[in-house]
Nanobody
Framework: QVQLVESGGGLVQAGGSLRLSCAAS????????MGWYRQDSRKQRELVAT???????NYADSVKGRFTISRDNAKNTMHLQMNSLKPEDTAVYYC?????????WGQGTQVTVSS
């Protein structure tokens, strides 16, 4: 199974931006569904955004217009550009390849947005 490593998390003030990256251990060109999920201590893991191998994207309503998901199949990477961050975006962000039920997960990267 593919190994995933997230990076780019950190502490940012409300209104700021962060760019998360997910590096895969092997080619992702044949992995149709990839995505970002997040979880804080009070909630279940929730979908943030997904992207197919063809580039079709889907976003949670709470992040539409602020976050942009992208993938580079040649470099085996996926990114999440997060703008206009809000305190409620604070969570551990996880990279996923292959779907929520049977896919692979990274170890997560913490994003903290201060008010």
């Amino acid at each position: 199974q593919v190994q995933l490593v997230e990076s780019g998390g950190g502490l940012v003030q409300a209104g700021g931006s962060l760019r998360l990256s997910c590096a895969a251990s092997r080619s992702i060109s044949r992995i149709n569904n990839m995505g970002w999920y997040r979880q804080d201590s009070r909630k279940q893991r929730e979908l943030v955004a997904t992207i197919t191998s063809g580039g079709s994207t889907n976003y949670a309503d709470s992040v539409k217009g602020r976050f942009t998901i992208s993938r580079d199949n040649a470099k085996n990477t996926m990114h999440l550009q997060m703008n206009s961050l809000k305190p409620e975006d604070t969570a551990v962000y996880y990279c996923n390849a292959g779907g929520r039920v049977f896919g692979a997960w990274g170890q997560g990267t913490q994003v903290t947005v201060s008010s």
